[in-house]
């Protein structure tokens, strides 16, 4: 009996000391969760708050609106539209185990199954992989709404171009990403293009954006760029210049309207076009011939021979200028004219483009002289328009002018410039000898002071010469009922293979009203095949046609100036 209660003191113990050692195991189980967790919290949060943060949280791209092109009246001529692309988290996927399902996110995405399944497998650990581009915004969002496991939509934009190729050349184009890569696009990049954001968002297991947070770099928009075009001006150049080009076959052509006050840019249009639009079908590209491309002027050029020799002193309005029989031998060239005229005023000379008796005028005149006016007319050099890639043309120092050298460029060989450099230079005759810088941009306040390269007489009075040109001369085709008109014609054999050949450049620039100028046009028809190539035939009528409609939407009231005399002429000039 004894001996059982001993026994039974001694489980009684044991059993205390076992759960006392239990006891302790929990309390030091406790004290070690007490002092992990407090770890965590106190000395190594940060670290795994990252963590946590990078499972549900990710930074993406904001990106900026590109600005807006406007014409002169506010019309838009590119804008930047929005589209989604569609992308896919392939992990995200696979650990959903949705791979089954991508023939029904094919259809939603209208596109192959059979491309998707290589598409997504040929990625297998890429968290953003494209599976469709610029799509609708509604079109997107019916495919986001099938909350398919790691898709998702991103935002971008793209350029739409209202006037398709009415402007296509002049205002260029975009890239995949919206940036410029030809024409104003390119141009005015920095005034244009903005700045992408990056902000915080918040995605859910099956990695769906469902919050935004904090903005981690603001997004910049591009600012608005109101152009100097005026669209109305710009159809009808569009128009007239593609369907001279398609009644002559002709291989090309350009036009380019000027404001004569300002300097800015109305229209500039070229063919064969280009369509921004659908970039894939658009029959030549994108070169801006206008700006881009060189041509000898011509007999263009003689005017400003003649105002040169008038500058100089050597020769004056009631100038006679003897060609004889239509023949004159410089060196071991012989120079002739198809119309021999004797002897002849200057504005005869002009009328009639006679290049004996610019030979004539050209080698009276001081070389250094001769150059530096051309200079500063603007030959040779690049403007101030800020197009990109613009040619500057090709102006041979005086110093190396020989005698055939002057005899040939003083009817427009040997020199060559661009259409833009052609009709600034006309611009500054008809802006009475003050040479402004030509812009793409509206001006909004008074156009700039400009420099006065010509004298204002000289202006005037090479103006009325000029005038002869369409009542008595080359360009006959060139008037516009109701308005004097000032301007000169130009045909232009091309060189091909080193040689002047049988293809030629019909050229016409002009100016209206001949008594105020307000509105220049250069139009250059190249290698007309139907049998026409002069200027005053397949150049001279697409200005009156332009011109007409022009005037009549800036409200020009016709002048309907009769003719006056030289010394009429020279009595309104300024000294």
Known sequence: MKLRRSEARTSARQFRLRGYVVAGLFAAAAAGLITRAGYLQLVNDAYYQKKGDKAISRLVTVVARRGTIYDRNGEPLAVSVPVDSIVIDVPEMKKAGMEDGLPILAKALQVDAAWLESRVTSHPESHHVLLRARMDPDEAARVTALRFPGISAERAYKRYYPAGEVTGQLLGMTDFDDKGQEGLEFGFETILGGEDGIKRVFTDGRGNVVAAGES??????????????????????????????????????????????????????????????????????????????????????KSFWVAAGLESGKLKPDSIIDTGSGYFKVADKVLRDEHPIGAANLSTVLAKSSNVALAHIGLMLNKEQVYTLFSNLGFGKVSEAQYPAEAGGRLPHWSRWKEIDVATMSHGYGMSVTPFQLASAYTTLAA??????????????????????????????????????????????????????????GTIQKVIGGVYSKRYRGIFVGMVPATDPRLVALIVIDEPSNGKYYGGDVAAPVFSNIMTGALRLLSVMPDQRQPVSTQAVQAQALP
């Open 216 to 301: 981690q770099r603001a997004v910049r928009p591009g600012q608005d760029l109101n152009a100097s075009i005026d669209l109305r001006i710009q159809y009808l150049a569009y128009r007239e210049l593609k369907a001279a080009v398609q009644e002559y076959a002709a291989k090309s052509g350009s036009v380019i309207v000027l404001d004569a006050h300002t300097g800015e840019v109305l229209a500039e249009a070229v063919q064969p076009m280009f369509n921004p639009n659908d970039r894939e079908h658009s029959s030549k590209g994108f070169r801006n011939l206008a700006m881009l491309d060189t041509v000898e002027p011509g007999s263009t050029l």
């Open 432 to 489: 009475g000898g003050v040479r402004r810088p030509l812009t793409f941009r509206r001006l909004d306040g008074p156009a700039p002071a400009g420099t006065q390269v010509l004298s204002n007489r000289t202006s005037v009075e090479l103006v009325h010469m000029l005038e002869s040109v369409i009542t008595e001369g080359t360009a006959k085709k060139a008037q516009v009922r109701g308005y004097s008109i000032a301007g000169k014609t």
